[in-house]
């Protein structure tokens, strides 16, 4: 085969054909460029295609290296038989090129992508094809040397190409992370310093040292820019810009997208800016931000609105946000989601790994906010104190004010909040809005809602209570959408949902999931059945045990009484001549009378004996006449 391919006579492919695909190739692009210049609409068909980019740009790219191999070993003479082959792999090289620049300029366009690592790219892809063309051209032409040096050069672009599109999707960083240091500086040609370089220090997304007051970090450095690193920066740095807008600089922030009639962030309105109004719509809604990956989590949009309405400045510190306790526990909160010591289970974050406010505050700060909480207890009349002697953490119960106690009163124990362990707020008037204050109680462990207006809305928010072992639901408006919040707390053991909305099936079904006790009260239901049969079987047992003494009676009598007493049916027999035998039993029916009053059997039987003879005897001729015929009978 191999003889065969080497007397093959080189095919004459037209050189005219190659360069004017070349040059349709460049009308194209010239086409969408002047049909998308004043912006492209998202969605339809073209936008179908353009995203096929993905899969037909790695096309060219084996294309493209499979001919410098070929090139490469076709000047061996074992491999002389390639080079007739190299023409046909130049071609496909070359067609695939032209689509996967044409379908990749098409999606640029259509998602208004731009920056240094997509100019790049874009370059650097256009230049595969103009030199994979020149390398075609030499190839008909049966130029080797020429062929070879089009061939390696479009090989040297394709690895560019690529190494720009990895780093615009990836960005810089991707690629350096694990480099050796000497190779890091020839990777980062071309490309601008990634965020992370370029922040001071203590703003590469972990909160600052400990031994700073939370008081005096500062928001934007120590906490937004790891907010914007995690979720905006990713399409809106200097190496990638989607939709013309720039978010790794304070500057470009506030500067906002080119064009557009929304300002990004309006310093001093939260509700007013662009980037709030974005990442609180509904996640399915076409403008919702981040578009992929996970959303912001509540904590974080909380902080992004106060450093807004506090004039979004770099050098605002958390102190100037505001002395609310509910700002520095959502600080708390971001800073633990972005040291990675936060739950990400929970929705809201987790605050239980990183150092307690309530440690950082000065022990005049501390008094002072007991102090604060005491006198509310003693006016609205609830429970403030220690756990015990030993724990001075507090458990807070408001039994004795539950007709008033709302969450107005719930909110003045935010003072306090992170030293309550126990919460007893049972038939008050508190509902899902006070669930907002519980949440900051981040060391809470047991607590009560039982006969509250709470709803599954206001158990989501006890999301973040990581340390939370008991809840009691009883009579509360919740249902079954309260298993998602149950499963992001990892230390819940038992749960009360007597009364609600809660299918028996479904969390039983999710007790099995997990290692939690849902009591519903149906297991309640089901023993009561039981200990009715016994006391149904206790009165047989004593009705027994009272007729025997009443055939023991007439032992004393006669010592031989309790073997004919078993044998009832052989005594009428025998004693048919006998009429005595016929009032005993006679007796017996009396019997049933004295039950009531067992301890007078000894005297009631004997005086009636005696008596009813004689007073009968002028009254009752007929009831012996009636007993005599009845023998007469038998």
Request: charged share 25%.
């Amino acid at each position: 085969m191999s003889s065969f391919v080497k007397h093959q006579a080189p095919a004459k492919t037209s050189v005219k054909l190659a360069i004017l695909l070349g040059i349709v190739w460049a009308a194209l692009l010239a086409g969408i460029w002047f049909s998308f210049r004043g912006g492209a609409e998202q969605g339809g068909f073209l936008h179908f295609i353009a995203r096929f980019h993905v899969l037909i740009v790695h096309l060219p790219i084996g294309l493209i290296f499979l001919a410098v191999v070929m090139e490469f070993l076709g000047y061996f003479t074992a491999f002389s038989h390639l080079r007739p082959a190299m023409p046909f792999v130049l071609w496909l090289s070359f067609l695939s090129g032209v689509g996967a620049t044409v379908v990749g300029y098409l999606l640029m366009t259509l998602e208004d992508f731009s920056g240094r690592a997509m100019d790049l790219h874009l370059y650097f892809g256009l230049a595969v094809v103009v030199l994979t063309l020149i390398a075609l051209v030499a190839s008909v032409k049966g130029k080797r040397v020429l062929t070879g040096i089009g061939a390696f050069a479009a090989a040297f672009a394709t690895a560019a190409s690529g190494h720009f599109g990895g780093a615009m999707v990836h960005e810089p960083k991707y690629l350096t992370e694990y480099a050796p240091e000497a190779f890091k500086p020839a990777l980062l040609i071309g490309l601008g310093h990634s965020a992370e370089e370029a922040k001071p220090e203590g703003g590469n997304g972990e909160p600052a040292a400990p031994e700073v007051p939370i008081g005096e970090r500062l928001v934007y450095e120590d906490f937004i820019v790891p907010i914007l690193d995690k979720t905006c920066n990713e399409c809106h740095n200097e190496n990638k810009i989607k939709g013309k807008l720039r978010m790794d600089t304070h500057e470009l922030l506030l500067a906002g997208a080119e064009g557009s009639d929304y300002t990004t962030v309006v310093p001093g309105k939260a509700d007013d800016s662009e980037m709030i109004v974005r990442v609180l719509l509904p996640e399915d809604d076409d403008e919702f931000m981040p578009p992929q990956g996970e959303p912001l989590k509540p904590a974080e949009v909380e902080l992004l609105k106060l450093w807004i309405n506090a004039g979004a400045k770099t050098e605002t510190t958390v102190a100037e946000l505001g002395s609310d306790p509910a700002v520095a526990a959502t600080v708390a909160e971001v800073a633990a989601i972005h040291s990675g010591k936060a739950d990400d289970s929970d929705e809201g974050g987790g605050v239980t790994s990183v150092p307690s406010i309530w440690d950082s505050l000065p022990e005049e700060e501390r008094t002072a906010r007991l102090a604060e909480v005491n006198e509310a207890a003693e006016k609205y009349h609830f429970s403030l104190m220690p756990v015990s002697a030993e724990d001075e953490r507090l458990r807070v119960n408001v039994i004795n004010a539950a007709k008033d106690f709302g969450d107005d009163q719930l909110k003045m124990l935010e003072p306090v909040a992170e030293r309550i362990v126990w919460l007893d707020l049972a038939r008050s008037q508190v509902t899902d809005e006070g669930m907002k204050t519980v949440r900051l109680m981040r060391d809470l462990e047991r607590l009560h809602l039982e006969n509250t207006a709470i709803t599954d809305k206001g158990i989501a928010e006890l999301a973040s209570l990581a340390k939370l072992e008991y809840l009691n639901l009883y009579g509360t408006k919740v249902g079954n959408g309260i298993f998602e919040t149950f499963a992001k707390l990892p230390n819940l053991r038992k749960v009360y949902v007597w009364q609600t909305a809660v299918d028996p099936a479904q969390a039983k079904a999710f007790e099995r999931s997990v290692n939690l006790e849902v009591n519903t009260g149906v297991e309640l239901s089901q023993p009561p059945p039981q200990p009715a049969p016994q006391e149904i079987k206790a009165p047989p047992a004593e009705k027994p045990a009272e007729t025997k003494p009443a055939e023991k009676k007439p032992e004393p009598a006669k010592a031989d009484a309790p073997k004919p007493a078993e044998k009832k049916p052989e005594l009428p027999k025998a004693d048919t001549p006998k009429p005595a035998a016929a009032p005993k039993p006679a007796a017996t029916p009396p019997a049933p009378s004295p039950k009531p009053a067992d301890p007078v059997k000894a005297t009631a039987p004997a005086a009636p004996k005696a008596a009813a003879p004689q007073p009968s005897t002028p009254e009752k001729p007929a009831t012996p006449k009636p007993a005599a015929p009845a023998p007469e009978k038998k």
